[in-house]
Structures are given as structure tokens and as C-alpha cells.
């Protein structure tokens, strides 16, 4: 179900002021701002890097040029809600088939562009998907639930340039034909231990 206009934080400050704990109203809650959706973590490979070996102005002069090529990509697959922090994109899909298609085709253009890093190094980007039941807060926060902390822990933190990371939940929720390629990995982050399904793209 899709939120109405109050904004979620806003609904929980009302009821913290009246004296209300809004754990004792989480079914009013998750019916008035729970979504079932993918979501879309994408990070820059070598920011750091890049940004103290050419200066953040060269790095920047690249991010621009990938922002131009994500928003209209993201938005022709479906995709809703696109927003940029620093060299982060976030996306929602209705389904993970259409998450995953945005995915490899943000892969492929990026290297069709010919978009550089440097003057040797190709620029490229990590990507985590997950799927399931999430908050949504109409403010900058986004969307809250375990499936988009696992999908910005596979994003920013897993990755490597040129890979789509899933989690369990957006696997099993993709069709066969869009699990191919996806081959099953695991690791600890932040302490978890981790299962996801990794696709390169080459």
C-alpha cells in the first residue's frame, strides 16, 4: 500500500507527543507506509582513490556524467523514486526483474560511453538489490527494512565494479530467466555473515 502525504517521521513525532509508543501502533503503521518493493543501492567505484590521486573536480565532472546516463536508465526500466547522495544512486522497482534488467543495462551503457575512471582506468559502479516488505518515509530517508540494509551493505560495501549483487529474498523473487549469470557467494560485513548471489559484468 502507498503512503498518504504525512510524512512517516511526522506520524511518529505525533504519537511520541500525545504519549504514544509507535511500536504498540506498528499495524497502523506498516498498513499506512509499507511497500513491497526492489530496491536499488548503487555506489562509484574509486571514489577515494580517484579523488586524491585527480581531485575531487575531476571526479565530480565524472559523476555528473553519470547521473545524466542513470536517471532517464533507471526511469525507462521502471524504476521510481530515483535520488542521488554524493556518488550513491537509490531506486525503487516493482518487481526485482526490473531491477535487475536496469542493472545490467546501467553496466553496459556505462562501458558503451566509454565513461573513464582516469585516463587508463574505465569507470564503473557496485550495485545490491533486495526485495521485500519496507517503510517508506517521503522525506530524503527512503525506504526502511532489513532488505534495504542488506542492499546497501551488497551496494557500498560488497561490490566490486561492474557486479549486481542480490540478496536471498530479491533471488528468490526474480524469474529463472533473470537468475541466470547469478552465481550463489557469501562474506561478513559489519559483522553479519552474509549469503547473496553475485553477477559480474565482465
Not at 571514489?47 to 575531476?58: A, D, N, P, Y
Not at 556505462?110 to 557496485?126: D, G
Amino acid at each position: 500500500m502507498t503512503c498518504n502525504n504525512n510524512n512517516l517521521f511526522q506520524t511518529m513525532a505525533g504519537m511520541l507527543a500525545r504519549g504514544q509508543n509507535p511500536v504498540d501502533h506498528q499495524d497502523e503503521i506498516w498498513s499506512r507506509y509499507g511497500e513491497t518493493v526492489a530496491t536499488l543501492v548503487m555506489d562509484s567505484s574509486g571514489f577515494s582513490r580517484v579523488s586524491q590521486s585527480h581531485g575531487i573536480v575531476h571526479f565530480l565532472a565524472v559523476l555528473m556524467r553519470l547521473r545524466e546516463i542513470t536517471q532517464p536508465l533507471f526511469e525507462a526500466h521502471g524504476g521510481r523514486r530515483v535520488k542521488f547522495h554524493a556518488d550513491n544512486a537509490f531506486a525503487c522497482f516493482t518487481t526485482v526483474d526490473e531491477a535487475i534488467r536496469a542493472s545490467l543495462t546501467l553496466h553496459q551503457t556505462i562501458r558503451e560511453a566509454s565513461l573513464m575512471l582516469t585516463e587508463e582506468e574505465p569507470f564503473q559502479v557496485c550495485i545490491g538489490i533486495g526485495y521485500g516488505h519496507m517503510l517508506y518515509s517521503e522525506t530524503l530517508e527512503g525506504y526502511f527494512a532489513d532488505e534495504m540494509n542488506l542492499a546497501s551493505k551488497l551496494g557500498e560495501d560488497t561490490a566490486a565494479g561492474g557486479e549486481t549483487l542480490l540478496t536471498c529474498n530479491a533471488f528468490e523473487n526474480a524469474s529463472e530467466a533473470m537468475r541466470a549469470g547469478f552465481a550463489p557467494a557469501d562474506c561478513e560485513v559489519s559483522g553479519l555473515n552474509l549469503d547473496y548471489y553475485r553477477h559480474s559484468a565482465g
